[in-house]
């Protein structure tokens, strides 16, 4: 399945709100695998913890941050880095293709003497497969468990 995998990362909407979306194509049928992104989101933008939490309770989004506490009133140069793990839904038209999409904002900057526009530098994201076909693998502090169905 990893053979012509195709990774694409972009950011919807302008301004300060905007939805990050995430889509990977597999080189081949991918039918009961789970794919995730994980993506370093650098200072100068992150997702907010409660957001996160409100899309989760309507099951619009799967998505895990780590730290998980994340200071959304702080500028970008007294913020962290987050990274963010975001489970992406097959679509239903194409057996390869998986997607997601989160509510990413942009954090204040320094002033800047002679311009009005800050660069933030969004990484590619790293693609987990787990193709299980049958089994179920659990992750118990750091040890992989396999149960068979």
Same mark, same amino acid.
């Given at each position: 399945?990893?053979?012509?995998?195709?990774?694409?990362? $972009?950011?919807? *909407?302008?301004?300060?709100?905007? +939805?990050?979306?995430?889509?990977? $194509?597999?080189?081949?049928?991918? #039918? %009961?695998?789970?794919?995730?992104?994980?993506?370093?989101? /650098?200072? #100068?933008?992150?997702?907010? /913890?409660?957001?996160?939490?409100?899309?989760?309770?309507?099951?619009?989004? *799967?998505?895990?941050?780590?730290? +998980?506490?994340?200071?959304?009133?702080? /500028?970008?140069?007294?913020?962290?880095?987050?990274?963010?793990?975001?489970?992406?839904?097959?679509?239903?038209?194409?057996?390869?293709?998986?997607?997601?999409?989160?509510?990413?904002?942009?954090?204040?900057?320094?002033?800047?003497? #002679?311009?009005? !526009?800050?660069?933030?530098?969004?990484?590619? /994201?790293?693609?987990?497969?787990?193709?299980?076909? %049958? !089994?179920?693998?659990?992750?118990?502090?750091?040890?992989?468990?396999?149960?068979?169905?």
């Amino acid at each position: 399945a990893c053979r012509d995998t195709t990774v694409t990362q $972009e950011l919807l *909407k302008e301004g300060f709100h905007r +939805d990050l979306l995430v889509q990977v $194509e597999l080189g081949e049928d991918a #039918g %009961g695998c789970a794919v995730a992104a994980r993506t370093r989101l /650098p200072p #100068g933008i992150y997702v907010d /913890p409660y957001e996160l939490a409100t899309l989760q309770l309507h099951n619009l989004t *799967k998505a895990v941050l780590t730290p +998980d506490v994340v200071d959304v009133e702080a /500028p970008e140069y007294l913020a962290r880095d987050v990274v963010l793990l975001l489970f992406l839904e097959p679509e239903a038209r194409c057996p390869r293709c998986f997607r997601a999409a989160v509510p990413v904002h942009a954090r204040y900057h320094r002033p800047a003497q #002679g311009t009005r !526009e800050a660069l933030v530098v969004l990484e590619s /994201p790293e693609v987990l497969l787990c193709c299980c076909h %049958g !089994e179920i693998l659990i992750d118990v502090l750091g040890c992989f468990l396999t149960l068979s169905l």
